[in-house]
């Protein structure tokens, strides 16, 4: 049996990246989400080492884990793509605490994500955008630095306003992708660069 509080890094447990909401609801879906095979183990080990402990290291602020590894079967029950690196345990949503726009011992990380996302752009950041789009624009600013095949900006209410931050890594590609969708992309996937998505949220 698979110890869930098996710890994956300094600030990720197992348990954060196979809790599922919709397998509690059913217990042999929950029994088989819970015992994923060695591969999809070593698969999450490899995601949180080079992608989401890096990111939260140098963030220095909690990341919360809303959808990690997915069986087949939960993946199927939430409409998720036959081919996603969930299944595979390659990706993670991920979303920031509303109080990342106010606790002060984070006002040097914002300043420095606004002032980097200025000099990109042109343009200041909207004071609208939300934690998650902070995230989103974190990884999309160290993206060279960091073992990335796709950093998504997932639903929610609008540029800059994303519900949660796709982040996926594995040792099959690296291919850098920016991606968003969500209503205000006609629920197309668009793939851009990381000036012309840090665009849009100004």
Not at 105 to 120: F, H, N, P, Y
Not at 148 to 166: K, L, S, T
Request: aromatic share 8%; hydrophobic share 40%; with cysteine.
């Amino acid at each position: 049996m698979i110890e869930l509080s098996m710890p994956l890094s300094k600030n990720f447990t197992l348990g954060e990246l196979l809790c599922s909401p919709t397998a509690e609801r059913d217990r042999q879906l929950k029994t088989e989400q819970e015992n994923p095979p060695d591969e999809i183990l070593d698969n999450l080990q490899y995601l949180v080492e080079t992608a989401l402990q890096p990111i939260r290291s140098r963030m220095v602020f909690p990341i919360r884990i809303s959808s990690g590894y997915r069986c087949l079967l939960l993946n199927k029950m939430v409409g998720g793509s036959a081919t996603s690196q969930h299944c595979r345990g390659e990706a993670a949503d991920c979303a920031l605490s509303p109080r990342f726009m106010t606790e002060p011992s984070m006002a040097a990380l914002r300043d420095e994500i606004k002032a980097r996302v200025a000099e990109i752009t042109g343009k200041a950041l909207r004071p609208d955008v939300n934690p998650n789009f902070m995230l989103f624009a974190y990884v999309c600013l160290n993206l060279k630095e960091l073992d990335i095949d796709q950093v998504i900006h997932e639903y929610g209410e609008d540029f800059g306003r994303p519900a949660w931050v796709h982040i996926a890594s594995s040792r099959r590609q690296d291919k850098r992708q920016v991606l968003m969708v969500g209503s205000y992309t006609n629920w197309r996937y668009l793939r851009l660069s990381v000036e012309e998505t840090l665009a849009y949220a100004t």
